[in-house]
């Protein structure tokens, strides 16, 4: 992102626009959190919950969602800080990085407008916002990271950059999936801390510490908990997707290849796990089925695995399609439906959170699921704009390149792994590389902008 001189009347390109990225940010903080507050709350978000006034029990999920929620109760705002945190973050992050991208403020206010738009568009993407999920606060972290490095690029402040790779971090911490997302972004952070300018030596090596460090402790905090650093054991992750995997693989070939455990019934015919299997999420599979999830142990983690690995080596072709069949699902080409979309609601809790206004939520909620029926409002549709536009403006622009196609084979690469390990096809695992198509198509389009236009 181009800095620049000052013109009569104008911003100065590669400037953050501060006023108007904080106050669109609000705008949207605002239109997100009122009809939804404190935010949707599903048994993961509590969980997430439970751990940060019980502590932390558990890695099955990363234990920083609950260090955010532990500090929002400190401040005394409860769930709803984090609420806003997040969807604020997000929105500054990606409005701060589209107005470095602009050469005036009219260009920067409608990037900013367009990328809003998405949400509304995308109705999925609004309703996975509206839901105290990981994947907001991981997509907002990762967002915040790209902006945090431009304005060090801009700026050629290592203090930014170091910010950039503690953001980065954060979002790696997360989830356990988010690398593939910053990975390409932090490849070439360390290769051209400053983008276009060049960077000597230390500056290289500075980076690459400050990568490193991050990386390593976001590792660490999935490891180890906070305050005590206690070795906590690990969560058995793979097993869910392993689980999922041999009963759409049983369900294809026609032959029981479950691990033992799953069924109380040795002889449970193929026609019953596939009259019982749906490729949108495992839990569904197991009440179609009536089989039981394995328990996350060490003992049933190698049962899964072994036979998992059986059940691919048996019937490659039933693997690819049970996979392709949960992708399908995972980004809205199944029909006239959509998975989980939103959770629209506070689980039962004993924490005493509720909907603050239940009436103008279930009117939120109803507007989301309306808006993802139509198949051109398919979250589908991004990857389809982005890609083309991407290639089109790093062809056309060779300076803006690299940061282009690096938000771009990022967000190919997250929903590429999903592909292979999706335990199940809910709209919210989708969204932080939705987010990123969305900034993508933005940044494309102030790129493809004739310089009369663009100033």
């Known amino acids: 992102?181009?800095?620049?001189?000052?013109?009569?009347?104008?911003?100065?390109?590669?400037?953050?626009?501060?006023?108007?990225?904080?106050?669109?940010?609000?705008?949207?903080?605002?239109?997100?959190c009122w009809p939804a507050w404190p935010g949707f709350m599903s048994y993961d978000s509590l969980l997430a919950y439970s751990q940060a006034v019980h502590g932390v029990e558990t890695m099955t999920w990363p234990p920083l969602h609950s260090y955010l929620f532990m500090i929002s109760r400190k401040l005394g705002l409860g769930a709803?800080?984090?609420?806003?945190?997040?969807?604020?973050?997000?929105?500054?992050?990606?409005?701060?990085?589209?107005?470095?991208?602009?050469?005036?403020?009219?260009?920067?206010?409608?990037?900013?407008?367009?990328?809003?738009?998405?949400?509304?568009w995308v109705t999925p993407q609004l309703g996975v916002l509206m839901t105290q999920w990981r994947d907001v606060t991981t997509t907002s972290f990762a967002l915040a990271g790209v902006a945090l490095w431009l304005l060090g690029a801009r700026s050629r402040s290592a203090g930014w950059l170091v910010a950039a790779a503690a953001a980065f971090g954060c979002a790696a911490a997360l989830r356990y999936n988010t690398l593939p997302l910053i990975a390409f972004v932090l490849g070439l952070m360390v290769w051209r801390p400053f983008l276009a300018a060049k960077a000597g030596r230390p500056a290289r090596l500075a980076v690459t510490l400050a990568v490193a460090v991050s990386l390593a402790l976001a590792w660490a905090s999935t490891q180890w908990r906070l305050p005590d650093l206690r070795r906590m054991p690990a969560g058995h992750n793979a097993m869910i997707t392993q689980q999922f995997d041999a009963i759409g693989i049983s369900a294809c070939a026609q032959q029981n290849l479950l691990p033992p455990g799953m069924t109380s019934d040795a002889h449970l015919s193929p026609a019953a796990i596939r009259a019982g299997y749906d490729p949108r999420h495992m839990n569904l599979s197991l009440h179609g089925a009536h089989l039981a999830k394995l328990a996350q142990t060490d003992a049933n983690g190698a049962l899964a695995a072994r036979a998992w690995r059986h059940a691919i080596l048996s019937h490659p072709v039933c693997y690819l399609r049970h996979r392709t069949a949960v992708f399908r699902e995972q980004m809205g080409l199944a029909g006239d439906h959509l998975f989980y979309p939103t959770h629209g609601t506070i689980d039962p809790n004993p924490f005493g959170l509720e909907l603050a206004r239940p009436g103008l939520a279930a009117r939120a909620t109803a507007f989301v699921l309306s808006g993802?029926?139509?198949?051109?409002?398919?979250?589908?549709?991004?990857?389809?704009?982005?890609?083309?536009?991407?290639?089109?403006?790093?062809?056309?622009?060779?300076?803006?390149?690299?940061?282009?196609?690096?938000?771009?084979?990022?967000?190919?690469?997250?929903?590429?792994?999903?592909?292979?390990?999706?335990?199940?096809?809910?709209?919210?695992?989708?969204?932080?590389?939705?987010?990123v198509c969305a900034l993508v198509i933005a940044l494309s389009l102030a790129a493809l902008l004739p310089k009369r236009l663009a100033g």
Request: glycine content about 8%.
């Open 80 to 120: 709803g800080g984090l609420f806003v945190f997040q969807t604020f973050l997000l929105f500054a992050a990606a409005n701060v990085v589209l107005s470095l991208a602009a050469r005036r403020t009219w260009l920067a206010a409608a990037l900013m407008l367009l990328f809003l738009a998405s949400f509304a």
């Open 372 to 435: 993802a029926l139509p198949t051109p409002r398919r979250a589908v549709w991004l990857y389809a704009l982005a890609l083309p536009l991407a290639l089109v403006a790093a062809w056309r622009r060779r300076d803006q390149a690299p940061l282009l196609l690096a938000l771009t084979a990022g967000a190919v690469a997250f929903v590429g792994l999903l592909w292979l390990a999706g335990p199940a096809a809910d709209a919210r695992y989708i969204f932080p590389s939705n987010t």
């Open 1 to 32: 992102m181009a800095g620049g001189g000052n013109r009569a009347g104008q911003a100065t390109p590669g400037e953050p626009r501060w006023v108007i990225s904080a106050g669109l940010a609000a705008l949207a903080t605002l239109v997100v």
